[in-house]
Structure formats: C-alpha cells, structure tokens
C-alpha cells in the first residue's frame, strides 16, 4: 500500500513571496490532515478536511494560508505572503478510520 | 484547552537500558493517546495507541501505559538498541467527533552504542 505523498520535500523562499504544497493521501481515506511542526515541537493540526469539505480550521491563519481539496483526493497548502515564522516542516497525514498515517513532510524555509 | 507535555524534552543512554518517556495532559475527556515516532527528516510512524478504557498496549520491546485520570502516560522500551534513537511524541485525541491530535513536544532519544 503506498503511503502518504508529499512534494516538494524541501523549500526555501524569501519572506513575502508565496508558496504551495501539495498532498496526495493514501487511496480510500476520506480525512486529510495538514499540521505544521515548529522545529523542536509537536505537530499543530492547521485544518482537517472529510471528503472535500472542511472539518477544523480553528488554527489556520487565514489571513495567510488557504487550503483546498479538489475532488476530495489531493490536496494543497497555499501560503501567501510567506513570513519568517512560518518556517516550518508541513505535515501531511490521511486516516480511514482512528489511525492518521503521515507523509514525509514539506521543510520551509523562510529568509 | 488541552495541553501536552513531554517529559524529558532529551534524552541520552547507553544500549541495553531500559528506559521510561513520560507524557501528560491537562484534559482528561480524551478518547484516545497515540505513541508516535519520528526520524530526522520524516514522517511520524505511529507505534501504539491506546483507547482510553484501555490501561497499556504492548507491541515488541515497546510498552505504553494510560493513567487517565491523572493525565498521564508512559512509553516504556525495554533493551534499548542504537535503532531506536529517534523523536518520541505522544498525541492525544479529545473525542470521536472530528479526530483532531493535540501532540505534545517530543522527546529527543539518543541510544548510544
């Protein structure tokens, strides 16, 4: 069974520009998660989606990020203006049931 | 709101040693708590979970216990290897509505040769 896939696996931009992620989950889950992990933190759930519809986004700020799960399959994390602090590793994980299964992540690099 | 702490933050030992992570949280209305691991530079490998009408789960050398009530939890790995060197995180879940993780911050281990 192929896992979580996430691309790309590293990024390094300038601050204010803007970047995107993007997440293909393992076939048949119906939730798709986006966290961000701070260097020498735990993971922060940033939005949840079920299907193609949104679930949590109590933590995204939206005045920056936006996300979107076309089709309810793939998904992608848009961040736009960047700032210093959003450097970071961008997790991406799929559950079908209580299990989230996580891809590689995506290392941003804000300068 | 629930909190996660993970305590200690590192950890270093030598290979053989038993060893103990400690995790706690502040809510104890949690449906469940996960063990996770992760390696520099991937993703997190989930080791054990535990409902919370459950009190240990054991897989291989890896032992987790659930204290509910008092917001706590341990991951115990028994004859530690060099393999097994790697950041430990501990996640909670608060109810079946929505599957939302709140992790704690890891703990670093070292297990050296």
């Known amino acids: 069974e192929a896992g979580v896939a996430q691309s790309p696996r590293y990024k390094i931009i300038e601050k204010r520009q803007s970047v995107a992620f993007w997440c293909n989950p393992i076939?048949?889950?119906?939730?798709l998660y986006w966290y961000q992990q701070i260097l020498g933190q735990g993971p922060k759930l940033l939005i949840q989606?079920?299907?193609?519809?949104?679930?949590?986004d109590s933590q995204l700020p939206k005045d920056r990020f936006s996300a979107e799960r076309l089709k309810g399959v793939d998904s992608t994390l848009k961040i736009q203006p960047a700032k210093l602090e959003d450097s970071a590793v961008y997790l991406c994980?799929?559950?079908?049931?209580?299990?989230?299964?996580f891809g590689p992540g995506t290392r941003l690099t804000v300068t | 709101k629930q909190e996660v702490t993970q305590i200690p933050a590192a950890l270093s030992v030598p290979e053989g040693e038993n060893l103990v992570l400690n995790c706690s949280f502040t809510?104890?209305?949690?449906?469940?708590l996960q063990w996770f691991r992760q390696d520099p530079g991937k993703g997190l490998t989930s080791l054990l979970l535990?409902?919370?009408?459950?009190r240990e789960q054991t897989s291989g050398r890896l032992n987790a216990s659930l204290d509910k009530s008092s917001g706590r939890s341990t991951l115990y790995i028994a004859a530690s290897q060099p393999g097994d060197s790697a950041t430990y995180l501990c996640?909670?879940?608060?109810?079946?509505?929505?599957?939302?993780?709140?992790f704690g911050g890891g703990t670093r281990l070292m297990v050296k040769p």
């Open positions: 994980a799929s559950s079908l049931y209580l299990e989230q299964y």
């Open positions: 076939s048949g889950h119906a939730t």
């Open positions: 989606f079920q299907n193609n519809g949104v679930v949590d």
């Open positions: 809510d104890s209305a949690i449906y469940n």
């Open positions: 535990i409902q919370s009408s459950q």
């Open positions: 996640a909670v879940k608060k109810n079946n509505a929505g599957n939302m993780l709140t």
